[in-house]
């Protein structure tokens, strides 16, 4: 089993839409939770981190629930440019980050 | 400020070959990891230096591989003799001293292998 979890997608939505990613991870002792961002051929990069509370950046809102040990990332207005890869990622408490293999999205006109 | 740089961004090389890819840290930060995504699967954890100093080689995945960081710069990631499951991307990232959290750790723009 995956260490953490993604649906693959890809999900096709138009322009304007609200979006939900689901990710799920497998160490309870987990401690640090984050949703990156990776376009086609770069590097992934930091989109927001996940706390408890829930969290909000614009059009993003992340969501944590460790008793189920599952995180969400929300995506409301959809642009052209959130077109990418969308990568759950944890900190098992090391020294290092444990990637999910991302969730494919694809916004349209 | 530079970011971290990786080289070469794209190498091609026949399988029983070496390649060795580099990676150059920012400037300051003792931390530096090495990762790698091969087709169809996840971004997965190689090893971690804290200078020049193995801190987690445990995602390593067999002795063709060798990181090394002199001095504790840059690092060399060699692959000798590179085999056909070794494509893939490799990124290097670095981060200062401290617990680790994701707006704290820089990625390079990776280092795109084909063994052909």
């Known amino acids: 089993r995956k260490e953490v979890e993604q649906d693959p997608g890809p999900f096709n939505v138009p322009e304007g839409a609200t979006v939900a990613f689901n990710c799920t991870y497998s160490?309870?002792?987990?401690?640090?939770f984050f949703w990156y961002r990776q376009d086609c051929r770069k590097e992934p990069k930091l989109l927001m981190s996940?706390?408890?509370s829930g969290n909000e950046d614009g059009r993003f809102t992340a969501q944590l629930n460790r008793a189920s040990q599952y995180i969400s990332l929300l995506i409301r207005d959809s642009k052209l440019s959130d077109s990418a890869t969308y990568l759950c990622v944890v900190t098992p408490g090391f020294q290092k980050l444990v990637f999910g293999t991302g969730t494919r999205l694809l916004v349209s006109p | 400020e530079a970011g971290v740089t990786q080289f070469p961004s794209h190498s091609v090389i026949e399988k029983g070959q070496t390649v060795t890819l580099r990676c150059d840290p920012i400037?300051?930060?003792?931390?530096l990891y090495w990762y790698r995504r091969v087709m169809g699967k996840e971004i997965k954890f190689l090893l971690h230096f804290v200078k020049e100093s193995k801190q987690d080689e445990s995602g390593m995945p067999n002795n063709r591989f060798l990181a090394e960081r002199t001095g504790g710069t840059y690092s060399t990631l060699k692959v000798q003799p590179a085999e056909l499951e070794d494509s893939g991307v490799y990124f290097c990232?670095?981060?200062?001293?401290?617990?680790?959290?994701?707006?704290?750790?820089?990625f390079g723009e990776g280092s795109w292998l084909t063994v052909v």
């Open positions: 990232a670095s981060s200062q001293l401290g617990q680790i959290s994701g707006n704290t750790i820089y």
């Open positions: 400037s300051g930060h003792d931390n």
């Open positions: 160490n309870s002792a987990s401690q640090s």
């Open positions: 996940v706390y408890s």
